[in-house]
């Protein structure tokens, strides 16, 4: 069983940046793709960006290339997604999900297990 909970989350003006933690438990937690979605008030959750098992391998939504990156540290068994040049429309709830496969995709289906999710909130 993984566990997965996010941290990090917050209030930030337009412009600004913050960076999402996914702490995870279970001792395949390194083998396992990670990704981040996210969902705002009335709209369904949409990929954000996915990291293979090793960090070898990263994609990005188009939304958010250039401003997010995504990393992990198999170490501390944790997820990273560092936000930068945050706008109001990245206001949204944060998921952190892994993936069985060592490589994953975009769609939330394909994730095994999820966490709560942390608010991001950016204002104007």
């Known amino acids: 069983q993984v566990h997965l909970v996010e941290s990090g989350g917050g209030l930030v003006q337009a412009g600004g940046s913050l960076r999402l933690s996914c702490a995870a438990s279970?001792?395949?937690?390194?083998?396992?793709?990670k990704g981040w979605f996210r969902q705002a008030p009335g709209k369904e959750r949409e990929f954000v960006a996915t990291?293979?098992?090793?960090?070898?391998?990263?994609s990005y939504a188009d939304s958010v290339k250039g401003r997010f990156t995504i990393s992990r540290d198999n170490a501390k068994n944790t997820v990273y997604l560092q936000m930068n040049s945050l706008k109001p429309e990245d206001t949204a709830v944060y998921y952190c999900?892994?993936?069985?496969?060592?490589?994953?995709?975009?769609?939330?289906?394909?994730?095994?297990?999820w966490g709560q999710g942390t608010q991001v909130t950016v204002s104007s």
């Open positions: 990291i293979s098992w090793n960090g070898d391998t990263t």
């Open positions: 279970g001792r395949l937690f390194s083998s396992y793709a």
């Open positions: 999900a892994a993936d069985r496969a060592r490589v994953a995709g975009k769609v939330d289906y394909e994730y095994d297990y």
